[in-house]
């Protein structure tokens, strides 16, 4: 693959597709459709997602559509890798959140007993891209076969330390973040690697941020909803960013929610999450937020790519609810509160 070293090459090129992003008058327009197919009509003649939709027909699948606009996503990202300076800290972290993606996608079909669905979402697209046996995950039926078609794979032992339980539940939440942390270690050694000073510390800085709003998010709601004791708190938390060690213990050692919130407020991610509303979808906000700052400010390639991989997931987020809103013939009012914007 042919690669272009220039920061600049791949400022210009995110910058010049994130200005066909959608906006708050498309989702509008999209939110009071009649149908899905009305929908996909508003996307191929209005939007960005013309190009690769226009030969897409008005009653594709719901299920199909979403693999499709997911292809173009990861097609976009390889094409900006050519920008940047080959296999880097991000690259290679975004590689692994798409291989996390379909491992709890199969590994959630287990637990329901419907496996053999996985292969109607196969993503094709990313086959050459990893090093999943993806033919292999498609013929999993039970937890000895996903092992089976893991044990050549750095997830295998992850995986393995989370059996179903008795009756084929797995703790898909505790699955999920043991992988996260999994590729977050990844990230924060290859980070640490990195020569130039100023490049390491910005690319760590975000990441700590990222991992903050996540931190602060699960905070809120495992306290508020689940009503769960410090001690299961901690364990659902990402050990990596600032709300970590001795930050965190002061703020796990309040049992009431509002005196773990008052200290949450001393930190910095804390001010800026406590202006977003904490029953909406706060951690995606907050990095949306983050992001789009870094998008127009940063010159580090690989914050830009970052920035713009997670606005771009951000917006098909925002499509595929729309989607599913219209579907549901959810009031547009309705659909427009679900979307990050």
């Known amino acids: 693959m042919a690669l272009i070293n220039s920061s600049s090459a791949i400022t210009a090129k995110v910058r010049s597709q994130y200005g066909k992003r959608l906006k708050l008058k498309d989702y509008q327009a999209m939110s009071k459709c009649g149908s899905v197919g009305e929908v996909v009509q508003y996307l191929k003649t209005y939007t960005h997602f013309q190009s690769f939709l226009d030969k897409v027909s008005n009653d594709v699948h719901r299920g199909n559509l ?4 997911r292809e173009r996503q990861f097609e976009k990202f390889l094409v900006l890798c050519k920008y940047n300076s080959g296999t880097t800290p991000v690259t290679g972290y975004l590689l ?3 291989e996390i993606a379909e491992l709890m996608k ?16 196969l993503p094709i697209y990313f086959i ?31 995986v393995r330390e989370f059996p179903p339980n008795e009756i084929g539940d797995y703790d898909l939440a505790a699955i999920e973040n043991a992988l996260e942390s999994y590729s977050l270690k990844i990230l924060y050694s290859e980070i640490d690697k990195i020569k130039n000073k100023k490049d390491k510390a910005q690319l760590k800085e975000l990441f700590d941020t990222l991992n903050d709003y996540s931190n602060y998010s699960r ?30 213990d002061k703020i796990l050692r309040k049992e009431e929610l509002s005196d773990i919130k008052a200290e949450l407020m001393n930190t910095s991610v804390g001010r800026k999450a406590a202006l977003i509303d904490e ?15 870094e998008l127009y400010f940063s010159s580090n390639p690989d914050i830009i790519l970052l920035a713009y991989y997670i606005l771009s997931e951000t917006e098909l987020s925002n499509v595929i609810a729309v989607i599913e809103g219209v579907r549901y013939s959810m009031q547009p009012e309705n659909i ?5 914007i």
């Open 96 to 98: 692994r959140r798409t």
């Open 279 to 293: 029953d909406s979808q706060m951690s995606i906000q907050g990095k949306y937020e983050k992001c789009r700052h």
């Open 219 to 248: 905070i809120i709601r495992l306290k508020k909803y689940y009503k769960m004791n410090n001690d299961a708190i901690r364990s659902n938390l990402l050990s990596y960013g600032s709300l970590t060690g001795n930050k965190l």
């Open 66 to 69: 979403e693999n499709i606009l």
């Open 106 to 121: 199969i590994i959630t079909l287990l637990s329901i007993n419907r496996p053999q669905e996985y292969i109607f979402s």
């Open 336 to 340: 427009l509160a679900l979307l990050v």
């Open 128 to 158: 050459q891209h990893t090093e999943l046996d993806l033919a292999a995950l498609s013929q999993v039926h039970d937890h000895s076969d996903l092992l089976e078609a893991l044990k050549n794979t750095d997830y295998y032992k992850t």
